[in-house]
């Protein structure tokens, strides 16, 4: 009798690591009480939210030089509460606040698929689309909004992220009928090399494997950026490196260093950088958008946004 119950000791304390990693890395309000984290010197809560349906905390810290801004959201039903807003297509880009304003209920905004302008140097190879596709797409293969197919071009694969049933899922060169297959309400995508982690797993080039000036400035240069991490469907969180003269901005090695350190997540995706990082919130559930305050202002126009609604 002695043994069996040693035996069942040994047995719970075995599971207990597990059970607690499973733990670390789901945020619902009911099980986790948005405490600060320990990232870097002097973590401060900047905005706190919570309702039945959307929680999140909201904080920032200094570290090597730079300001980082971090986001930890549950929302209860992924599929319908993030939102996608775009600018006109095809004519003009808008300004993230103005995207966002779009929207009713948003509690949450941020900046989402980076623009290609029409003066950058390349295009893909064997890239069929128009070029205008390519500049107001990213990569240009598939873009839908709010359910709405508005691009889809044959024989570009889809590197981006997708909303579905399941949440926000990551997706790495995959043909667009696999994609559409999913009935994705919302598309975000970026460049190929965008996507920094999956499954554990580091996606980044080694630095000797760069061998165009553009990959080199997407993954190597320090800039203000703009991040995506799924954690579950329901969890997720969000990193801002912001604009200014102060702060030299990172590079996506270093952030996908962060994240390896700090979270498991099931994917990382960098959304955008540069001069569009924008992040606006709520503090109270009973205002509407008019209250959303500005942490993060964008001084560049964008292609979309992402929010998050109640």
Known sequence: MMRRIVCLLLALLCLAPACLAGESTAYPPEEFEFLLGVYGPKERKVAEYKSDTVSYLIESFNLEGTKWILTRLWVQDPVRQFRKATSDWGKKLASPRDLIRKIPG???????SGYVNKFYPELPDNYPGKPSDYFNTTLGSLVITEGELVRELEGVPFHGLALTEDGITLYRGADNSFVLATNPVNTWSFFEYCALQEGGYDLLPEEKDLTTDKEKDIVKVKNPRTVIARINRNNYIFLHIPDGAK????????????FFEHFKAEWVYNLDGGYSTALYYSTSPKKNNAALKMLLKSTQQVADVLCVTE
């Open 106 to 112: 948003v509690v949450l905004g941020t900046n989402a």
């Open 247 to 258: 702060f030299r901005g990172l590079s996506l090695y270093r952030i996908n260093e962060f």
